[in-house]
């Protein structure tokens, strides 16, 4: 079946530190795959998204490359902000199925001053 | 302009009473969708609008039933809530749903709902 695995938080970063989040994902065919994050007391917002592989995402100051070889969508920042703080959620959805966005468990991420 | 809105932003009900949520979208989007969120868990896939007919609905209990009166609006009405409903209910809408293709999601804020 389609899943998406994210790595556990909470992540706690100080301000200016690199940030990686971890994804990886199970589907067949090609799916498309995305960034989601949600602030406190919010909706969901989309980051940024990828299609195809070797596509790279990029929205804010965050990155991430459809790695279909590895099966991966790590979400990466250079320096964090303390309005980074939030939830994030990689999601992708199946191939033929455009309906169906599957999400990850969500990683919480708080950035320290 | 990616806005979705949907009111009320809270809303407290008790088990027997009947309430409706309300969503709305001007970008034109012709597929639309309901979502359920728990505390720091993912959103969770409710209902489907495509062109103003339900398309997708994820065995969810009778007492959740969605509208979808024009192209530009989605209403969830309440009847008969458990506890356990308490949630945030997201509504999102994307350009269209046609098979072979992908069209990302935009989310409105949503409606935190407890259930007395």
């Known amino acids: 079946g389609n899943s998406v695995t994210q790595m556990e938080g909470p992540v706690t970063l100080s301000e200016e530190a690199f940030l990686t989040i971890n994804c990886t994902y199970t589907?067949?065919?090609?799916?498309?795959l995305f960034w989601y994050v949600q602030y406190p007391g919010e909706g969901l917002q989309l980051l940024l998204k990828?299609?195809?592989?070797?596509d790279k995402g990029s929205n804010k100051g965050f990155e991430a490359t459809y790695r279909k070889e590895t099966t991966s969508f790590h979400l990466e920042k250079g320096s964090v902000q303390v309005s980074d703080s939030a939830v994030y959620f990689c999601?992708?959805?199946?191939?033929?199925?455009?309906?169906?966005?599957?999400f990850g468990q969500g990683t919480e991420l708080s950035v320290k001053p | 302009d990616t806005e979705v809105t949907q009111t009320p932003k809270h809303l407290v009900m008790g088990m027997t009473n009947k309430k409706s949520l309300k969503c709305e979208q001007h970008?034109?989007?012709?597929?639309m969708y309901w979502y359920k969120q728990k505390a720091k868990k993912p959103p969770e896939l409710m209902f489907v609008?495509?062109?103003?007919?339900?398309?997708i609905n994820e065995s969810v209990p009778s007492r959740f039933s969605p509208e979808c009166p024009n192209s530009s609006l989605l209403n969830l009405h309440l009847h008969a809530l458990q506890p356990e409903d308490s949630a945030l209910y997201l509504c999102?809408?994307?350009?269209?749903?046609?098979?072979?293709?992908?069209?990302?999601?935009?989310f409105g804020p949503g409606t935190r709902l407890t259930v007395t």
């Open positions: 589907a067949t065919g090609y799916p498309s």
């Open positions: 999601a992708l959805i199946p191939y033929n199925q455009g309906g169906k966005l599957i």
């Open positions: 990828a299609t195809k592989a070797d």
């Open positions: 970008m034109g989007h012709r597929a």
């Open positions: 999102a809408s994307s350009q269209d749903l046609l098979a072979g293709m992908t069209y990302e999601q935009y």
């Open positions: 609008y495509s062109y103003e007919k339900l398309s």
